[in-house]
C-alpha cells in the first residue's frame, strides 16, 4: 500500500494547523482540505480547498474521490460530524482512515468506559468492524496529553499562576506530546502505512508529572504565586459522575474524566511504550520541556 494522495478535515482547528503545516510541508504527498460550507477559514492558494456538506454522505464522498488516505482532526464538540465522512471514506475507496482519536489511550478498556470518550469509541469501532470486511484500513494515533495546549489552557497547570488543582500529590507520571510532535507522528502513519494498518501508535515527547510542570512553571515565571489545590481524583470523577446524572454536558462534567484518562493508575497515560523510532518523532529533552513550560507561561 502507497499513500500519496491526502484529505484533511479540520485543519483550522489548534492540532490541525499544526498537521496541516507539516503535512503541506511534504513533497511526498498531495494534500487537500475539506472545508465545511459557509466556514470563513483560509489556506495557501497552492492548498486544493474544497467545501462540502458534512451532513451529507454524497456530499463528502464526491470530495473523497481519489483520495488514498483521510486524516481527521476535528474539535472533541464535533466527533460526531465523523460518522458521515468514515462512510463516504468507504464509499469513495479510501485505503485509511486516521481518526480525530488523538490524546488518551483509547486502547485501554478502562478509558473507553469514560463518558467523555463515548463519540470516539463509536467511531473507533465503526472502522475496526469496516477493516474486518473491506479494504479500508485505519489508524488510531494517541499521544498522551497535549503538552503545550495543556499548559496554554490551563488544564494540567493553571499558567496564570493562580491555583492548580494537583491531583493525588503530583507525583504520577504521565505521557506528553505537543502539537507539531503530533503533526511529525501523523506524517510518520502515512509514509508507512504497512507497518501502522489497522492498530494504534503511541507517540510520545516526554513523561512529567504536575509537580515537575510546577517546578518548571515557578523557575520560568518566579512572581507568579503558583499556588496549588490539592485534589482527590476519585473525587473529582465522583461529582462529575453526579453532575452527569443530572444532565449537565459541560467541561465541569467532563475535566475530571479526562484527569482520570491521564492519572487512572488503571487508564494507560503512562505509556510502556511507543512508535516515536517508526513514525520519526524526535521527543524533547528535559530542557526542550522546560522551554515549552516557559513559552505558555511567562
Excluded at 469513495?92 to 488518551?104: C, E, H, N, T
Excluded at 467511531?123 to 485505519?138: F, G
Excluded at 515527547?205 to 510546577?214: G, P, S
Aim: a negative charge.
Amino acid at each position: 500500500m502507497s499513500i500519496k494522495n491526502v484529505v484533511l478535515v479540520g485543519a483550522s482547528g489548534c492540532l490541525g494547523v499544526e498537521v496541516f503545516k507539516r503535512l503541506a510541508a511534504a513533497s511526498d504527498l498531495n494534500l487537500k482540505v475539506l472545508r465545511r460550507n459557509g466556514s470563513t477559514s483560509t489556506f495557501p492558494g497552492n492548498v486544493q480547498v474544497v467545501d462540502v456538506d458534512f451532513g451529507s454522505v454524497e456530499s463528502l464522498a464526491a470530495a473523497l474521490a481519489g483520495q488514498d488516505a483521510v486524516v481527521s482532526t476535528i474539535s472533541s464538540e464535533h466527533i460526531a460530524a465523523q460518522k458521515n465522512l468514515v462512510e463516504a471514506a468507504l464509499s469513495a475507496g479510501v485505503k485509511r482512515f486516521i481518526p480525530s482519536d488523538f490524546g488518551s489511550n483509547l486502547a485501554n478498556e478502562a478509558t473507553q468506559r469514560l463518558p467523555v470518550f463515548l463519540p470516539k469509541i463509536d467511531i473507533r469501532n465503526r472502522l475496526i468492524e469496516i477493516a474486518k470486511t473491506t479494504d479500508m484500513t485505519y489508524t488510531f494515533v494517541y499521544n498522551g496529553a497535549f503538552l503545550d495546549w495543556g499548559i496554554d489552557q490551563s488544564f494540567l497547570i493553571n499558567r496564570a499562576g493562580d491555583k492548580t488543582q494537583v491531583v493525588d500529590g503530583g507525583d504520577i507520571p504521565f505521557s506528553v506530546t505537543d502539537l507539531a510532535s503530533v503533526a511529525d507522528g501523523v506524517y510518520g502513519v502515512l509514509t508507512h502505512p504497512e507497518e501502522t494498518k489497522n492498530r494504534a501508535v503511541y507517540v510520545e515527547d516526554a513523561k512529567v508529572t504536575q509537580n515537575q510542570l510546577l517546578g518548571l512553571a515557578k523557575q520560568a515565571a518566579p512572581s507568579k504565586s503558583w499556588d496549588v489545590e490539592h485534589v482527590a481524583l476519585d473525587d473529582l470523577t465522583s461529582a462529575a459522575d453526579k453532575r452527569l446524572a443530572q444532565g449537565l454536558l459541560d467541561f465541569q462534567t467532563f475535566g475530571p474524566y479526562l484527569y482520570r484518562a491521564i492519572f487512572g493508575k488503571e487508564n494507560g497515560g503512562n505509556f510502556d511504550k511507543n512508535d516515536n523510532a517508526l513514525l520519526g518523532v524526535k521527543g524533547k529533552t528535559e530542557e526542550e520541556v522546560a522551554e515549552v513550560v516557559k513559552h505558555h507561561v511567562k
